[in-house]
């Protein structure tokens, strides 16, 4: 390529005198969406903010609750607790108030300010807070992985789960918790983009590598049907959206093997001072995500990941014997009411496996002094059955009390089973595969 040819190239890059209607418009929707998207941050994502963000939702939803009723017809009432997903019809419906509120403000944004002919400095601006409301998602996320907290090692739960009982979620996140060390990388490469991002000069590194990174991600939530697909899906665009004014730039470079001039970074004032100050406040931000990123994914870590304490009687209880009402039931695998297994897993649960049917989820309280245990229905906070018991011999747990309201007896052995899944390991010479 020319000289005069690469002169063209950084002239059209870097000035823009006037831009088409289509930029105009394109960028006044974004603009309105993507600020209403990514609101409240940085409340939220910062220490010590997180108790604001319920206040600022708790705005949108009597216009969801309107929508839903009035506007789609539902018949039901749209549930606003949080349950863990991201993709509620609560979502869906936020989504299409986002967009349909974008649209309208396009809409008068275009006719008041219709003699404009381009938005250089407004552009930079948001451009920096798609940037770091980015880079705040992805050191969130990385985070929890980093610091394996969003994947745990598979429980007994899940290991005597029979294999096609699993939901494909559920296989997802057994798939990804088997391996730490794989979701410590995975954890990684979020963390590097979002570290990229908080600087101009590796941005666009950042957002090359935030794409990759959630494309994966959304790919896996698309086809383990995880329900987090619109999140996903919006920081693939908010990726994309950083990327576009480089892609003539990158299709040169990776594509068509043509010469590509390096880019002056615009300041966003003309004083240096502002300027560096601006640079100072984005590695101040920057770190500070950091730090709550891997603080949080350290106290999910310690509060429910592999670093979190062992419980007392902590272990799978084969049940060999129990009694309800004076009467031994056998242990027939058709018997829905006959325990199987007793799993002391996490602190303040019991969870029951029957001879048949799924697992009973209780609240445990265990007093070790007294020797005495409550049990709760979550679901159910009126219900509730007591034991006494005793552990005189090693392994061996003897309980006694009320369940359903009847007399019941147990007597309960500690099972020692060992699981391929956890015991297999790494090995860098295998003679055959070993697929089981």
């Known amino acids: 390529m020319s000289a005069t040819a690469l002169a063209r190239e950084a002239a059209e890059v870097h000035v823009?005198?006037?831009?088409?209607?289509?930029?105009?418009?394109?960028?006044?929707?974004?603009?309105?969406?993507?600020?209403?998207?990514?609101?409240?941050?940085?409340?939220?994502?910062?220490?010590?903010?997180?108790?604001?963000?319920?206040?600022?939702?708790?705005?949108?939803?009597?216009?969801v609750a309107w929508v839903g009723r009035h506007i789609l017809s539902l018949q039901s009432e749209v549930a606003t607790r949080d349950t863990g997903s991201g993709d509620r019809t609560y979502d869906w419906i936020l989504v299409l108030c986002y967009l349909t509120l974008a649209a309208v403000a396009t809409l008068i944004w275009s006719a008041v300010d219709r003699k404009r002919f381009?938005?250089?400095?407004?552009?930079?601006?948001?451009?920096?807070?798609?940037?770091?409301?980015?880079?705040?998602?992805m050191m969130t996320y990385g985070g929890a992985k980093a610091i394996p907290s969003q994947f745990t090692l598979p429980g007994f739960t899940r290991l005597l789960e029979p294999y096609g009982e699993s939901s494909p979620m559920g296989l997802l996140w057994t798939f990804m918790g088997a391996s730490p060390s794989y979701t410590i990388l995975t954890g990684c490469v979020e963390l590097l983009a979002g570290v990229l991002?908080?600087?101009?000069?590796?941005?666009?590194?950042?957002?090359?590598?935030?794409?990759?990174?959630?494309?994966?991600?959304?790919?896996?939530?698309?086809?383990?049907?995880?329900?987090?697909?619109?999140?996903?899906?919006?920081?693939?665009?908010?990726?994309?959206?950083?990327?576009?004014?480089?892609?003539?730039?990158?299709?040169?470079?990776?594509?068509?093997?043509?010469?590509?001039?390096?880019?002056?970074?615009?300041?966003?004032?003309?004083?240096?001072?502002?300027?560096r100050a601006l640079v100072v406040f984005q590695i101040v931000f920057g770190?500070?995500?950091?730090?709550?990123?891997?603080?949080r994914g350290y106290e999910g870590y310690m509060s429910y990941g592999a670093g979190a304490p062992r419980p007392p009687?902590?272990?799978?209880?084969?049940?060999?014997?129990?009694?309800?009402?004076?009467?031994?039931?056998?242990?027939?695998?058709?018997?829905?009411?006959?325990?199987?297994?007793?799993?002391?897993?996490?602190?303040?649960?019991?969870?029951?496996?029957?001879?048949?049917?799924?697992?009973?989820?209780?609240?445990?309280?265990?007093?070790?002094?007294?020797?005495?245990?409550?049990?709760?229905?979550?679901?159910?906070?009126?219900?509730?059955?007591?034991?006494?018991?005793?552990?005189?011999?090693?392994?061996i747990l003897t309980l006694e009390g009320q369940l359903e309201g009847k007399p019941a007896r147990a007597k309960l052995v500690r099972d020692e089973s060992q699981f391929l899944l956890k015991t297999r390991g790494f090995h860098w010479i295998s003679e055959a595969p070993f697929n089981r």
């Open 118 to 137: 381009a938005y250089t400095k407004l552009d930079r601006w948001l451009r920096l807070y798609v940037r770091l409301a980015l880079a705040c998602w």
């Open 313 to 395: 009687l902590y272990g799978i209880w084969s049940v060999e014997e129990l009694s309800i009402n004076g009467e031994l039931l056998p242990p027939m695998v058709t018997d829905q009411n006959r325990w199987r297994r007793a799993i002391f897993q996490r602190a303040g649960s019991l969870v029951v496996q029957p001879m048949s049917g799924a697992n009973q989820f209780y609240r445990l309280e265990l007093s070790l002094d007294d020797k005495k245990m409550a049990l709760t229905k979550p679901n159910d906070p009126q219900w509730k059955s007591e034991f006494s018991f005793e552990d005189a011999e090693p392994g």
């Open 197 to 275: 991002l908080i600087l101009p000069r590796t941005a666009m590194l950042g957002a090359i590598v935030s794409f990759a990174s959630m494309t994966q991600v959304f790919l896996l939530n698309m086809c383990y049907d995880v329900p987090v697909k619109l999140f996903s899906f919006h920081l693939i665009l908010m990726s994309l959206f950083l990327l576009l004014p480089n892609m003539r730039r990158l299709a040169n470079l990776f594509l068509l093997n043509r010469a590509v001039q390096p880019l002056t970074a615009q300041p966003f004032f003309r004083r240096t001072l502002l300027n």
């Open 287 to 295: 770190i500070s995500l950091l730090c709550a990123g891997l603080s």
């Open 16 to 63: 823009d005198s006037q831009w088409s209607l289509a930029r105009r418009v394109g960028f006044r929707f974004a603009f309105a969406y993507l600020i209403l998207y990514n609101l409240p941050l940085p409340i939220g994502a910062l220490p010590w903010t997180e108790s604001l963000q319920p206040a600022y939702d708790s705005i949108w939803h009597p216009l």
